[in-house]
């Protein structure tokens, strides 16, 4: 039996289909109070998209999300990719939800299931976002069917997932590699420096990808493990995050 919250905007009246956004808690969080810390509600009225925090099963006393199919050496026995499965069918049943635009983000073991769903239900999200997590893995693990467009924010200074990577955690360039040389872009990124306070937060944009995708990254120059309190241009991470990746449908980046 699995759990989850769903936050349905103030103008859904059932009669439209409107996006999905999936948002997975951290290590050993839950998913309603992951919903308060990242204060997407309002975004979600905005913009008109439904919201949904669902909730990881135990492990070692520890919630948790398994971002890899089941068997190897998998440390999990949760089946997280089915439970996301399922509940996305549950969702559109019961919902008017459009499935082509359908997203996860999520946020350090939260990220590395936005990979994991980008990985192994590429069939089902158009788009992800991560924030101070990786994808674990390795290639060989990894099969999207669609170019994907993903966004990832990670601070110089996570001491519990590096950027610069660590035993069984790839590095966030390798992380940055793997997607743009899948969607099939070859250019150079394009970087942009930006003040939040004191620290210097640098955007890099890759573009040019097979179907008009793109990745980008933001580095948050001495930033720890969290879910950033950002202020970029007047957008935080849930901005950030919505603003990139709902511009994308499965067929990759909508006409306008």
Known sequence: TRIYTVYVPTSYDGATAVPLFINFHGNGGTGDDFLHETAMTSLADAEGFLLVYPQGSMLDGTSHWNPLPLGG??????DDLGFIDALLDTLIDTLNVDADRVYAAGYSNGGFMAYGVACGLSDRFAAIGA??????????????????????????????VPYAGGPGYPSSDEVLDYWTDFNGITGDGITTTFEDGNR???????????????????TINGGDHVWFNLSIEGADTGRLIWDFVSQYDLSVLMQP
């Open 200 to 218: 210097m937060v640098e955007r890099t944009l890759y573009e040019g990808g097979q179907s008009g995708s793109a990745v980008v990254r933001y």
């Open 73 to 78: 050496d998998n440390k999990s026995s949760a």
């Open 131 to 160: 924030v101070s997590g990786t994808q674990l893995g390795g290639s060989e693990s990894c099969a999207p069917t669609h170019p994907t467009p993903v966004i990832s924010l990670h601070g110089t200074d996570d001491f519990v």
